[in-house]
């Protein structure tokens, strides 16, 4: 009995151990809504899909405020009509407490309807880790997906005006009207900012998430670990009620 128990614990263990496979790295540290940072860009996906020319899914940066050695997350681009590049960015919180007016910071500024678009946004930002759960995603490979849905951020951004060059176009319009539907209107942004350039209106702006939103495989460990306590404990009651 104490030899399976030890087993169970080193096999969820070596669980928690294990790296996810996640396709975003969310940012370790701690944001908040309003502050400046100095975001230094690192570079692409290495997926290798394009759309018009431009790499799509989540890029590679750091905050140099803790040197050199900070360490690198993940950042989606929304915003086609600019270069990325090193620079200054005001952080924007899109938890749920924020409304349109909380947006002035950001290149969609207070306008009207700006935070349900960088929600929009943010929801097929999630996707880049979860687009084989999209029913129509049936068949596709990664780099068609990937494309697709990025070419939908970069559409919702820019008001539904579409960008230019990509192939196929069906996936892009699929990928938006799932975003402007049910499936988007009801994703929690908590742990989403976005990293607008202080000096617009040159920059790139981009989207974070931090990990204070759980990702599957936490919720698998933690499943795991439920179960193998269900499973032990019941074995355990059963020796009991034998030994009675």
Not at 95 to 117: I, P, V
Not at 138 to 152: C, E, K, V
Not at 156 to 167: E, K, Q, T
Not at 215 to 223: D, H, K, N, Q, R
Request: charged content about 15%; glycine content about 12%.
């Amino acid at each position: 009995m104490i030899r399976r128990l030890t087993f169970g614990l080193f096999a969820l263990f070596a669980l928690q151990a294990a790296p996810a496979s996640a396709q975003i790295t969310d940012y370790s540290g701690s944001l908040t809504d309003g502050t400046q940072e100095y975001l230094d860009f690192r570079g692409g996906s290495g997926v290798g899909a394009t759309w018009g020319g431009v790499q799509v899914g989540p890029y590679t940066a750091r905050f140099t405020t803790g040197g050199v050695t900070s360490p690198q997350f993940s950042i989606i681009c929304v915003d086609f009509d600019h270069y990325a590049q090193d620079q200054m960015v005001n952080i924007t919180s899109l938890d749920g407490s924020q409304t349109d007016a909380d947006m002035g910071a950001t290149r969609l500024a207070a306008g009207a309807g700006s935070f349900a678009t960088y929600q929009q946004a943010a929801y097929l930002g999630s996707l880049f880790e979860s687009w084989q759960s999209v029913s129509f995603a049936s068949g596709l490979n990664q780099r068609t997906a990937w494309s697709a849905i990025h070419a939908a951020i970069w559409t919702v951004m820019r008001g539904g005006a579409p960008v230019v060059g990509g192939d196929p176009y069906a996936l892009r319009d699929e990928f938006i009207t799932l975003a402007q539907g049910s499936a988007g209107s009801a994703f929690s942004t908590d742990g989403w900012y976005v990293a607008s350039p202080s000096a617009l209106p040159g920059g790139q702006e981009f989207l974070i998430r931090t990990n204070t939103v759980p990702e599957p495989s936490t919720y698998i460990m933690l499943g795991t670990g439920l179960l193998f306590l269900a499973f032990f404990g019941r074995r355990r009651l059963k020796v009991i009620e034998e030994s009675q």
